[in-house]
């Protein structure tokens, strides 16, 4: 049976990939740098569980209160760039495709084949 610590985790490592996924097939700026606040939080989360609470504090002074808050004004106070939708060709989504492909397969490999 888990523990505790194993659902908080699981629940904190589910909501960083899925807020991660939105931010990376999201089309509007602001929508994809307000779901980068839940990812972030996340990464916080598990810094605590770590026991890491120094850097769980510095993750959200630095990267929540600072660096999002700055893209956030500046996306938010910008003219018309709420309006445009991110869009990545075709041609570049198939090259990235595979070689994401090959890499997770290189890295499972390795966790299969390593001694732990």
């Known amino acids: 049976m888990p523990s505790l610590f194993d659902i ?33 939080f996340g990464v916080a989360g598990v810094y605590v569980l770590l026991s890491a609470d120094f850097i ?18 500046g996306v938010m106070l910008t003219n018309r760039v709420t309006n445009i939708d991110i869009r990545a060709a075709i041609r570049s989504r198939i090259p990235s495709a595979i070689l994401c492909g090959a890499l997770l397969f290189i890295i499972v ?3 299969i084949s390593a001694h732990w």
Do not use: K, P, W
């Open 56 to 73: 769980a504090v510095a993750q959200i002074l630095i990267y929540v209160g600072g660096i999002l808050v700055l893209l956030v004004f």
């Open 109 to 111: 490999s390795l966790l």
């Open 8 to 40: 908080c985790f699981y629940l904190f490592a589910a909501a960083i990939v899925a807020s991660a996924l939105f931010v990376c097939f999201s089309h509007n700026i602001v929508h994809a740098a307000f779901s980068l606040l839940f990812t972030f």
